[in-house]
């Protein structure tokens, strides 16, 4: 791979870090990237869930630090995000995902419809619909195994479930968010790994651009609240949507 390359491909890894951690979506910047290097497909889904665990597993990092996350009591959930991912992502080894091609962007805009239009949405907590067990169970591996198998738009999904669920404000939603993606990331990377799908030099060397990303842009998120996350999230969704539409 040329020098100038690699080098965009860091660089695209440090952006794709910044966004996430605020709405998601880096995978909306870094898939792509991958791809126009000429990656294949498969290996270009590996690496991507090596490099996105450093991104994931920094803003998860620092909104512990800060009190937005209680780590410790979500880490039976996550190690449900983890086992559904690793679902997921054995599935995608065999498995078309055209059906989820096709259905995904509209998915996408109904979630960035949601975000824009419901008013009252702030980074203060409502009341919570469904119960823990229905949601730890229920929702959170469903949206692991979709991560494994597909991927795009993940945040946004888990971000969905946390404000209409679990009835969490915008800022505590997103810190949530994070360590369940780092768990649905490390489930699908653990797949990959097994299956020889990785390129490790580039995954390791954009997973240092994605920790810095998301540090930064954890500490914006942290900063602005909803007033910064909920835009950020709305223009991540149709943003996505828009490019799996285009093609």
């Known amino acids: 791979m040329p020098p100038e390359t690699f080098l965009l491909l860091v660089a695209a890894a440090f952006l794709a ?25 498969v290996s270009a889904l590996g690496t991507n869930k090596l490099q996105g665990l450093f991104g994931a ?10 009190g937005h996350v209680q780590m410790g009591k979500l880490l039976p959930t996550a190690a449900l995000s983890f086992a559904g991912s690793a679902v997921g992502a054995s599935a995608a080894l065999l498995l078309p995902t055209a ?66 669920l679990a009835g969490f404000g915008i800022l505590k939603a997103t810190a949530h968010t994070k360590l369940l993606n780092f768990a649905s990331n490390l489930g699908a ?16 060397c954009m997973g240092v651009a994605q920790f810095a990303g998301a540090k930064l ?12 996350i909920r835009p950020l999230l709305v223009c991540t969704c149709l943003a996505l949507a828009a490019k799996l539409l285009l093609g």
């Open 99 to 164: 059906t989820f091609e096709r259905a995904l962007p509209y998915l996408l805009i109904a979630i960035a419809l949601y975000f824009a239009l419901r008013p009252g949405l702030s980074d203060a907590d409502a009341e919570r619909r469904g119960s823990r067990r229905l949601f730890a169970l229920g929702i959170v591996p469903v949206i692991g195994a979709y991560d494994g198998l597909f991927g795009p738009g993940t945040g946004s999904f888990f971000m969905l479930a946390f404000v209409t």
């Open 57 to 66: 597993g920094s803003a998860s990092l620092a909104y512990a630090s800060k």
């Open 17 to 41: 870090g910044f966004v996430d951690a605020i709405a998601g979506g880096g995978g909306l910047v870094t898939i792509p990237a991958l791809l126009l290097a000429g990656i294949d497909p």
């Open 217 to 228: 842009g954890a500490t914006f998120a942290m900063r602005f609240g909803a007033k910064l």
């Open 189 to 204: 990377f653990t797949v990959f790994a097994l299956s020889g799908s990785i390129l490790w030099t580039l995954g390791l």
